[in-house]
């Protein structure tokens, strides 16, 4: 499918992706229909000129494509609810931060109901949420994961990034599920997770006047969705867990360290970290 032919396009959440995708979208010409639980939220859209109608279950029919941008059980209670009112052959992708539990369903419903289902996770983002915050840009020059049902069917990926092509995706990274969920829970949950835990410290009330760069980098990402995160991380929580298993397990060595006063292990640990950093990153 060219990118020319993706004239119509249903967004089903209106939050801070659905909605940054349904501006892209309607700045690249398309006709943009949307539907969310919150009604006002449609209204709103269509106020702001980047709804043109709402996505009722009829009209998935005309869409050409459609991105469920909603937490992953509600993804799938959608796709399975409307499995039969999909376009036929028509592309339906997800967007959320997990993929086995989501491609693991959709996957077989599509194959059932003659439509095409694919995993995506952009990755972008804000640390704010909803609708307001969106942007046509949000997703200018970012990577974009494809978690496709098949791997050696090139056709469907080249249809997946022209069907993309108004948000302006930088780059692409096919990937399994399970690799996905893997990785995820390292570069992003677990990132939640520290910074989260780490503003609980009884000393961060007294922060003012003594943080600075460390301080706002650790945590950027402590103010979240908290349901959001919650149903992603126990969704993903033999992943999580295991990562976090093992940060316990690298600060526990640290702390003993200092427990028995060896400097020079603690220099060793620290110089350590700082080589791998720059091994991974360089």
């Not at 694919?118 to 704010?128: I, R």
């Not at 350590?272 to 720059?278: C, F, T, V």
Request: hydrophobic share 40%; glycine share 10%; with cysteine.
């Amino acid at each position: 499918m060219a990118a020319a032919k993706v004239k119509t396009v249903g967004v089903v959440g209106l939050g801070l992706i659905g909605a940054s995708f349904a501006r892209a979208y309607k700045e690249a010409g398309c006709k943009v229909l949307a539907y969310d639980k919150d009604s006002s939220v449609i209204l709103m859209g269509k106020l702001g000129g980047f709804v043109d109608d709402e996505l009722k279950p009829e009209l998935l029919a005309k869409c050409d494509l459609v991105l469920i941008c909603i937490y992953p059980q509600g993804t799938i209670d959608y796709v399975k609810k409307n499995a039969d009112k999909f376009k036929k052959g028509g592309l339906v992708m997800d967007t959320g931060g997990i993929k086995r539990v989501v491609c693991d369903a959709c996957f077989k419903v599509a194959a059932k109901n003659d439509f095409v289902f694919v995993g995506t996770h952009p990755m972008a983002g804000t640390k704010y949420s909803g609708l307001k915050h969106s942007k046509a840009s949000m997703f200018k020059g970012a990577p974009l994961v494809i978690v496709p049902p098949v791997f050696d069917d090139m056709k469907l990926i080249d249809r997946v990034k022209a069907a993309v092509e108004p948000a302006g995706f930088g780059s692409f990274c096919l990937s399994h599920a399970d690799k996905h969920d893997e990785m995820i829970a390292f570069t992003s949950q677990m990132a939640h997770v520290v910074s989260n835990a780490y503003v609980k410290s009884p000393t961060a009330n007294d922060h003012h006047g003594f943080s600075a760069g460390s301080y706002k980098d650790l945590t950027r990402v402590a103010w979240l969705n908290a349901g959001m995160w919650a149903e992603l991380f126990m969704e993903n929580k033999d992943n999580l867990i295991r990562e976090i298993d093992s940060m316990i397990g690298e600060l526990g060595k640290y702390k003993a360290a200092m427990e028995k006063g060896d400097q020079e292990k603690l220099q060793a640990l620290l110089q350590e970290g700082s080589d791998r950093k720059a091994e991974l990153d360089g």
